[in-house]
């Protein structure tokens, strides 16, 4: 048997406009296909059952808890203070509060008679800033206004190189003779003012807050509290003339 031997040749054809667009239109149209099919797959799954969204009442079972650690030095004023913050936490937030003897912590938890979520935290502010230093009847404004926040950091946040001596120092001009000085940043900025050893908290709204910050690190800085002050008072009227 004799193998027949072919040639193939490969030839190319010079395609023309009209051919391209059509090619291009036929692309097109299958792409639009699977675009109709896709949106029509969408529409079924559009049209699947929505389920309702789970009602309260189911939620209700579940408790929150928050827990508020106390330092050994605050537990007699937590003890001669428990009434005053019993009271407002549970006849007026509706929540549940206990000191934990063995873990050290102040517990407050959600119950049924609870009425909105947002107050166990109103409830954790309050006893956090207590334990922070302040009074009760400062800390209480955290449960009756909205925009009352606690601000805390160290010295040595603010100058890291303070030690010893200078650190004392530092203390005394942010307290003044006789605590002149805290007790006029206070009332210049309608704020309150805790010195816990090298902690300072701050209790106020946020803008009151920064103005008093800034002072307090100004003097913690080295600035006199003459110049302190005239700077407070001039930053605190153009704030209060905004309002």
Same mark, same amino acid.
Request: aromatic residues 6%; hydrophobic residues 40%; positive net charge.
């Given at each position: ?7 193939? *040749? ?7 406009? *009209?051919? /391209? @667009?059509?090619?291009?239109?036929? *692309?097109? !149209? ?13 529409? !079924? ?5 929505? #389920? ?22 605050? #537990? ?9 913050? =019993? ?16 873990? @050290? ?10 009425? !909105?979520?947002?107050? $166990? ?26 925009? $009352? ?12 190189? $303070? ?25 210049? *900025?309608?704020? @309150? ?33 003459? /110049? ?11 704030? =209060?003339?905004?309002?």
């Amino acid at each position: 048997m004799s193998a027949a031997i072919v040639d193939v *040749t490969n030839e190319f054809v010079a395609v023309s406009k *009209t051919a /391209k @667009r059509k090619r291009n239109q036929r *692309t097109g !149209d299958s792409v639009s296909s699977q675009k109709m099919q896709i949106e029509d797959s969408a529409a !079924d799954d559009n049209s699947r059952p929505a #389920y309702p969204p789970v009602k309260r009442e189911k939620l209700d079972n579940k408790v929150e808890i928050r827990k508020v650690s106390v330092p050994a030095h605050r #537990y007699s004023p937590l003890k001669e203070n428990w009434m005053k913050l =019993f009271s407002p936490i549970v006849e007026h937030l509706h929540l549940q509060i206990r000191f934990n003897l063995k873990n @050290r912590q102040v517990e407050i938890r959600t119950c049924e008679a609870t009425e !909105d979520i947002a107050n $166990l935290q109103k409830a954790a502010d309050f006893v956090k800033a207590f334990i922070s230093g302040f009074e009760v009847e400062d800390a209480l404004a955290l449960i009756r206004l909205d925009d $009352l926040f606690v601000d805390s950091f160290e010295i040595k946040d603010v100058k890291s190189s $303070l030690k010893g001596d200078h650190l004392s120092r530092a203390i005394g001009r942010l307290a003044g003779k006789g605590g002149r000085t805290k007790f006029t940043i206070e009332n210049v *900025t309608k704020t @309150r003012i805790v010195l816990a050893d090298q902690k300072i908290h701050i209790l106020g709204s946020y803008q009151n807050i920064q103005i008093a910050k800034r002072a307090v690190c100004n003097l913690i800085l080295g600035s006199p509290p003459s /110049k302190v002050y005239g700077n407070l008072r001039a930053v605190a009227s153009r704030a =209060f003339d905004r309002f």
